[in-house]
């Protein structure tokens, strides 16, 4: 791959019109796009760890998605920089921010609510509950049956944004090919997924736009029958900056619920600095009598530390990353003692945060929920003249195509309605559909 080819400003759907209209750069006008949309404003009522906020205020989908694209951005600027000193010829590269800040704001908007327990729930309901029932009544292909029982987010961020709902226009939210690319993680379908790892980066209706996108960046096929791709570059990047933030916010999350404490917090962070910085952070919290600032001022400390590692790590694998033979991300790449100090967060993260009573709880509802809102949507879409399928289709917007000649789309077009929804709809919808809940009279 070749930095010339892989920053383009060729919009996904109006590959011919190149009209500006202002002074922002078109990766630019890709972030405001998704700001203002409102599947990016759902997702302020979407799990990220914690159940959504009573009295204590802590990160949904949201907020977790702008420090994501503000870290990204960072990243991306610190090895712009060092890229145009090797390429000075290719100017582009100042972009990088740019398109990995945009990628970074749309990550997350495939996510169904409930946070990662919404994915595990569609995926199981078709490989452990009554969705199995579905499988040799609904005749779809195995590959595209695989789609629903490794159901993921990521794949499902690829098709909202590419894909034509009815009455939307081609292209979905016409992006450009760059900032599309940086989102897919894993450029391979579900087929593909390594065992037990239900990751993949586009569900079988998509293979084509991925194709279309990296023919054009020239991003190389390494499977042609599996339709297996290489990472595009940024994508290592809109990754980082994920990782850097879910674990280190997730930290800051816990001690606001009373989950860690500051010297906990402070053991866990003090190691991703050497001794000289230890004695400025002791300093400065010295003046600092606040704990809520104490552990805002660690955590930017921290995140400060790993931008700087994870650009370092990028910029001496460049070669490897461009070349395809990149295989680990960059956190996981860190020099040896970093990585140990961010591997021991990310266990005591799952041990105390992850496998908590009210995280497992949300998780629990979700399932529940999800689970029932499947079943009785599926039901609907596969007998439609039934009275009650009908009073249940009335419920689904016009923009998902239910009455596809495709039994595998009318169900891709279920998960569709299902994954956009915020935790509150999911619940409503539930208790709706359960007569747990009635219009005002």
């Not at 949201?62 to 100017?91: A, D, Q, R």
């Not at 450029?187 to 790892?197: E, H, L, Q, R, V």
């Not at 994920?242 to 962070?269: G, P």
């Not at 600092?288 to 104490?294: L, M, P, Q, V, W």
């Amino acid at each position: 791959m070749n930095w010339s080819q892989l920053i383009t400003t060729k919009r996904f759907g109006m590959e011919d019109y190149h009209q500006k209209h202002d002074d922002r750069s078109e990766f630019e006008r890709d972030f405001d796009r998704l700001v203002f949309s409102p599947a990016f404003r759902r997702l302020q009522n979407k799990t990220q760890v914690f159940p959504l906020p009573g009295h204590i205020f802590v990160h949904n989908r949201l907020t977790h998605s702008l420090e994501v694209s503000t870290v990204g951005k960072s990243i991306g600027n610190k090895i712009s920089t060092e890229l145009y000193k090797k390429y000075p010829e290719i100017p582009s590269l100042f972009s990088i921010g740019a398109i990995v800040s945009a990628a970074c704001l749309a990550h997350d908007l495939g996510n169904p609510p409930f946070g990662h327990s919404g994915e595990k729930a569609i995926g199981a309901f078709f490989s452990e509950s009554v969705g199995q029932s579905y499988k040799e009544i609904v005749d779809v292909l195995p590959e595209q049956w695989s789609d629903f029982e490794k159901f993921e987010g990521n794949a499902n961020t690829f098709r909202m944004l590419t894909n034509k709902f009815l009455g939307r226009r081609d292209g979905g939210f016409v992006l450009t090919y760059s900032t599309l690319a940086s989102i897919v993680k894993y450029p391979y379908p579900s087929i593909a997924s390594p065992n037990g790892k239900n990751k993949f980066g586009f569900f079988q209706s998509d293979i084509g736009s991925y194709q279309k996108i990296s023919n054009e960046l020239g991003i190389p096929l390494l499977s042609e029958k599996e339709n297996c791709f290489a990472r595009f570059p940024l994508v290592y990047i809109v990754e980082a900056a994920d990782d850097i933030c879910y674990q280190i916010m997730d930290v800051e999350d816990a001690f606001k619920l009373k989950i860690f404490d500051f010297q906990q917090i402070k053991n866990m962070f003090f190691p991703f600095f050497d001794c000289v910085k230890q004695e400025r952070i002791e300093r400065i919290l010295k003046n600092i009598y606040d704990e809520n600032e104490k552990i805002a001022y660690l955590r930017s400390s921290v995140i400060g530390t790993l931008v700087e590692s994870v650009s370092d790590v990028f910029l001496q694998h460049e070669q490897e990353i461009l070349n395809g033979s990149f295989n680990k991300s960059l956190i996981s790449a860190l020099p040896k003692e970093k990585y140990d100090v961010y591997n021991n967060v990310s266990q005591l993260s799952l041990k105390y945060i992850y496998q908590s009573q009210m995280v497992v709880d949300i998780e629990l509802a979700g399932y529940k929920i999800i689970y029932e809102l499947l079943k009785v949507l599926i039901d609907a879409i596969m007998s439609p003249k039934k009275a009650y399928s009908q009073q249940i289709l009335r419920r689904i917007p016009a923009q998902y195509d239910i009455y596809s000649d495709s039994n595998y789309i009318k169900i891709l077009s279920v998960l569709d309605y299902i994954s956009g929804m915020t935790d509150v709809y999911a619940l409503d919808l539930y208790r709706k559909i359960n007569g747990m809940s009635l219009p005002m009279i």
